[in-house]
Every structure is written in C-alpha cells, then in structure tokens.
C-alpha cells in the first residue's frame, strides 16, 4: 500500500488534512523537526519553509512534478497557511477520510461525527465513484482529498457553505450525494471506557494538544486500570506531539533517530510518563509515519505489546521550501528510525501480536491487556 505520485493541475495539489487523512508533511511529522535544531516555532507551531533564494523553476507545483519524489507536495501560499490552520485542528471539508482500495477504487474510510457526510448517512465502506461528475477511479487519495475539499482556482481556498457533489456506491447501488462543505473540528483524541479498568485511547492525528489529551486521559485512569492505545488508521500529524504521546508512557529516553540531508537528529522523551499503566498498542495498514514511530519506540524500548497487522512504512521526512513566488515545495530530506535503529520507509512494523482476518483486533487487544496487568 503505497501513495502514489502526485497528478499536478491547478487545486488539485492541495494535499492537507481531511476528516484525518494526513498526507505528505503532515503526515510526515516534519512540520515541527521534533528538535530545536529544525526550527520549531513558539508553542510547537509548524517550522517556517526553508526559504529557496535561487531555485529554478519558481514555481513549487513544476518544482515538485520533475522531483520523481513520491513524497514530494507542493502548496500555494494562501494552501499552506491553510495547512497551518488545520494544525490548530480545524478543516474546511464534508466529513469524509478515504482510503485506497483494490484495483484503483476509493472508498470511505471514516465519517467524521456531526459532519454533513454523516447527516447524509455516509458509511466508512461506500465506494467513491466521483466528485462533481468526474470519475475518481484510479487517482491518487491526495488528488481525491483535494476534490472533496474544493480547491479551484488556485488563488482560492476552500469554503464553507459551498457544495460538493459525490458519487457514492453501496452494495450494488450508486447514487449522487450534494454535500455542503462545514468548517469543522478535529478531535484528534477520544477516550472511551470498555470496562471499570479499561480505556481505549483512539489518537486520529498528532495534531496540537494531542499529547496533553492524553496524559489528562491517564491522569483519570482508575489504579490498576490498562490502556488501549489505538493507532489504526492514524497516518502522522506532528512529530512533536507524537513525541508528547510518548513521553506519557516513558520516563525519558530515544523515542527515533532521523536525518536532514545527511545531518543527524535524535528525538527524546520527557522524564516523568506512566511506565507502570499496562499498555497496548493497536496498528493496522493505515498506520503511518510518525504513528508508526511511536509504535516501533514503544516496540523496541518494551514498553507495549503491538497488536494488529502490518503498518503502512513511510518512514521518509519531508521538509517545506518556499520558492521566490511564495509557493511552498515539500521534499524529502531523510528518513526515520526507531530506537533500535529499523527503519520503516517501505517495510513498515510487524507487530508482536498479528490478528487474522475475520479476527476483532479490539478483543484481541483485551485479552493481551488483561495478560499484562495480571503479570504486572
């Protein structure tokens, strides 16, 4: 399962969030470098673009599209200030993340809760056939994504109350949905009981505050009680809050290892997490970047038992450079590694327990737990 390269035309490079899918940078983690040697803003804000004084060409889409970069995404200014926003957790979209399914198709992968697609009665499993009339079969989820969200002409960017036409297909039925695109909100944590001593810690994205959410989550975890912490579907976000994520369950430490053109990095855990919470972390094929990172340090310092089946392997780093028209090119300037220094880029992580089709990971997941806090 792989991204394919990005198609180029006006608007439809705009590969930002919606409804949870994260793509390129975002997804990448390398909005913030994680370290204060890559630029991390005040509060964690995105890194300023690395600025391209003589870059030929000037435009970051022709920039991107000659790259061979299947990473690479390029963005117009007033796109990426829109990208910015969308790490404070909101989106101007209908409520659908997608997913790439066999033989080119694009379905529904989630519904966002309280969104227009979900009024409307859109279920993760419809087939996407077309947005506006235009068949979507084949494209890239990126271009889809940049369809849904409505992005034409370049100098526009995506707004509310307009209306979006989707061509959805269910057991065997087809039919056209009219949505109206909503600013709404990201909620990219949600905790949920599935016992009195166990708790499911769904993390969406790593967007801000997502590793402040979920210390509040153990801070209200009942003693004795053991942790779910489910990374299905989470395709990356901030690198620094997958990092905040980590330092709840770990008292310091390598969390990954990462390189800029060359030049070393290291990520580190803040003294002080949850060691003692029994803990189990849920992964599936649309686990990505810095998700799987933090699985694969959780995995490698044996803090958590992995369960699910194999993840994604994007473990490559984007970085943004803006060029002298004020566009933004992001290209890859390295790759990840976990603290035992595996790489994910193309492999992904095997999880240590691996569930079998037809099996719920969820119970799954129980059943370990439960072996946890009794050996605990």
Request: proline share 5%; hydrophobic share 40%; net charge negative.
């Amino acid at each position: 399962m792989f991204v394919q390269p990005h198609r180029f035309r006006r608007g439809a490079a705009l590969t930002l969030v919606f409804a949870g899918v994260l793509v390129t940078g975002f997804a990448s983690g390398s909005w913030t470098g994680g370290a204060a040697q890559a630029g991390q803003g005040p509060e964690g804000s995105p890194i300023s673009p690395r600025v391209v004084e003589e870059q030929h060409p000037a435009d970051a889409h022709r920039l991107v599209s000659r790259s061979g970069d299947r990473w690479s995404a390029a963005y117009t200014a007033r796109e990426y200030e829109g990208l910015q926003q969308e790490l404070e957790g909101s989106y101007v979209g209908v409520g659908i993340a997608v997913r790439a399914g066999r033989d080119g198709r694009v379905e529904v992968a989630r519904v966002t809760g309280g969104s227009p697609a979900e009024r409307a009665g859109v279920r993760p499993g419809d087939r996407v056939h077309t947005v506006d009339g235009e068949d979507v079969t084949g494209l890239p989820v990126t271009e889809v994504v940049a369809r849904l969200r409505g992005a034409e002409p370049q100098d526009a960017a995506p707004a509310a109350g307009e209306t979006v036409v989707v061509g959805l297909g269910r057991d065997g039925r087809r039919w056209d949905e009219p949505l109206e695109r909503a600013v709404l909100e990201t909620e990219s944590v949600t905790v949920r009981k599935l016992g009195q001593d166990v708790v499911r810690l769904r993390v969406e994205s790593f967007t801000k505050g997502s590793g402040a959410r979920v210390r509040e989550a153990l801070d209200e975890l009942p003693e004795r009680g053991g942790v779910l912490l489910d990374l299905r579907g989470n395709s990356g976000g901030l690198l620094h809050e997958a990092a905040a994520v980590a330092s709840a369950f770990l008292d310091g430490g390598l969390v990954a290892t990462y390189d800029d053109g060359g030049e070393q990095h290291a990520l580190y855990a803040e003294a002080g997490g949850s060691q003692d919470v029994p803990l189990v972390v849920l992964v599936d094929g649309g686990t990505m970047s810095a998700a799987e990172l933090l699985a694969g340090a959780f995995q490698d310092r044996g803090r958590a038992v992995v369960v699910g089946s194999r993840t994604f392997g994007k473990g490559s780093v984007q970085m943004p450079m803006e060029q002298p028209d004020g566009s933004v090119a992001e290209l890859t300037v390295g790759h990840y590694a976990t603290p035992a220094g595996r790489e994910l880029e193309g492999q992904g992580l095997t999880p240590d327990v691996e569930v079998r089709a037809g099996q719920r990971v969820e119970d799954k997941a129980r059943t370990v737990l439960g072996g946890l806090a009794r050996r605990g």
